[in-house]
């Protein structure tokens, strides 16, 4: 099969793009980081300043962050790093590291006094 080639002296087919290509800038973990705890700070001064009522809300941004970690390690386990690994670099035993990320943790709610068929006694 034979292809028409373009002559030399004739300009390409195709027209620049209107928008050139711009770099994303990549945000390192160690920026990321400082970013949040920023906010954090923030939000906490917010709290101080008289809100009682965020108390709650932050509060739960903690639990939010045990859960976030929990999903990183866990993932980090699955990448196969070892409890040693983890735990050295949170300044914790591998033991303790182990016994508190772990396990999936228990339900917040028992559900040892529900019958088995869900409805009330």
């Known amino acids: 099969m034979t292809y028409a080639t373009r002559p030399a002296d004739r300009p390409p087919g195709v027209n620049k793009p ?9 945000v390192e973990n160690d920026e990321y980081a400082a970013f949040l705890r920023r906010v954090i700070r923030a939000y906490s001064r ?15 941004l903690a639990d939010d962050l045990e859960d976030a970690t929990r999903q990183a390690i866990t993932a980090l386990r699955g990448f196969g790093y070892s409890w040693a690994d983890i735990a050295m670099r949170l300044g914790i ?7 508190r990320w772990g396990s999936i943790p228990p339900p917040v709610t028992d559900t040892s006094s529900t019958p088995p068929d869900g409805g009330y006694p």
Do not use: C, W
Request: no cysteine; aromatic share 4%.
């Open 46 to 60: 917010r709290v101080a300043s008289g809100d009682i009522e965020a108390i709650t809300t932050m509060a739960a």
């Open 18 to 26: 209107l928008t050139p290509k711009r770099r994303y800038r990549v």
């Open 93 to 99: 035993t591998r033991q303790g590291a182990q016994q």
